[in-house]
């Protein structure tokens, strides 16, 4: 028979006791719980993700504005009601000023073109009557007698009708929707400048890693979306700047105006610059100046809406600590994956896959040496 204490634990064929066992069991089921419960708490935030990250964003732009009146006011609650309603005043009440001059601007153009395109018979003639003269031109120089250039032009005109109808329409119907946001992303807010410091170190103490590793985590997340901040903040000035240039040198009207939409323009993917810019070619054609508005056609595709590409990834990279070309693909990337706020989100992910590649080398190396 054996004896009985060779069942004992040992270096070698120990086997463990039920009451050692269990404490496995049970941290493997609260894993399951845990993962099952995760994912139940993305299906109901899913909705609100884009809020969300936008007022962790707020969150940490605004950060050191928090501290500066949390070290006068005792209060937590009357510090973060604050600062929330300073964030809520530097971002709601510049963008409002600007939408209503914008609001008067456009209608003032839309008026001057429904009135030149009534005097002709509609749009599609008015749009082709500003066309001719340079399809005329062209045809001096080039031979157009195998292309259907009007056919081609009218189908466009009405695809970009169909599509600004639809543009309108879908806008209307998401007034509502822009509102719950809106009142998401500042309650939200509200939150993160009162428990933000606590909830980052509950997270510390969740994350299985040593406090240096969670330290470059988050540091690695904060810098990412200053850096993309900032980014944001440098095309838009050199759009903003070079756009506004450009309608003064021509003669349009209010060129820091449009200087100024289009440097917030200059956030909206695809389209960007582009809302100015076109619209002023528009303007100037309608006008009677086609030299002009080929001049600012040129300036805006090729001098305003290509610096995006040069200054975005230069500034990002540099404060972010990642190659240009990995802030490139980053941007393109995010903005097709998630729409605008991919902006931020994906030289964020890239940022803290290097940062957790880094960490997983360097355990590497640590157990080599071990």
Not at 44 to 71: E, G, K
Not at 277 to 288: A, E, F, K, M, Q
Not at 289 to 302: C, S
Request: hydrophobic share 55%; with cysteine; aromatic share 8%.
């Amino acid at each position: 028979m054996v004896d009985k204490t060779e069942l004992k634990a040992g270096p070698i064929g120990s086997r463990a006791t039920p009451a050692e066992a269990k404490p496995s069991a049970s941290t493997l089921f609260l894993l399951a719980v845990a993962a099952v419960a995760l994912y139940l708490c993305y299906l109901i935030a899913r909705p609100f993700l884009r809020s969300i990250f936008l007022a962790v964003t707020m969150a940490i732009v605004f950060h050191p504005v928090h501290v500066w009146l949390r070290r006068r006011i005792q209060a937590t609650n009357a510090a973060a009601l604050i600062s929330t309603i300073l964030v809520l005043v530097a971002v709601i009440v510049p963008a409002v000023g600007l939408g209503v001059v914008v609001t008067q601007e456009v209608g003032g153009l839309y008026r001057l073109l429904n009135e030149r395109s009534t005097q002709v018979g509609g749009w599609n003639p008015y749009a082709m009557h500003l066309v001719d003269p340079v399809l005329n031109w062209l045809g001096r120089h080039v031979d157009l007698s195998t292309l259907d250039v009007r056919g081609t032009l009218i189908r466009w005109l009405e695809q970009i009708s169909r599509f600004l109808l639809s543009w309108g329409a879908q806008a209307a119907g998401n007034i509502i929707s822009f509102f719950t946001e809106t009142v998401v992303v500042f309650f939200s807010l509200f939150f993160l400048f009162r428990d933000g410091g606590s909830v980052l170190a509950r997270a510390a103490e969740v994350l299985p890693l040593q406090a240096g590793q969670v330290n470059r985590l988050f540091t690695g997340i904060g810098d990412s979306i200053i850096a993309n901040i900032y980014g944001c903040l440098a095309v838009g000035a050199a759009q903003g700047t070079l756009l506004g240039l450009g309608f003064w040198a021509l003669g349009l009207p209010s060129p820091v105006l449009w200087g100024l939409v289009t440097a917030l323009c200059s956030m909206i993917p695809i389209v960007g610059s582009a809302a100015v810019w076109v619209p002023g070619t528009i303007l100037l054609l309608g006008s009677g100046h086609p030299w002009k508005a080929i001049i600012l056609l040129v300036w805006g595709a090729v001098a305003v809406g290509q610096i995006d590409s040069v200054v975005r990834p230069l500034v990002i990279s540099g404060r972010a600590k990642m190659h240009p070309l990995l802030v490139f693909f980053a941007l393109l990337g995010g903005v097709k994956t998630f729409g605008v706020v991919g902006l931020f989100v994906g030289p964020v992910v890239v940022s803290v896959t290097l940062v957790v590649l880094e960490m997983l080398r360097e355990a590497k190396e640590n157990h080599a040496v071990a």
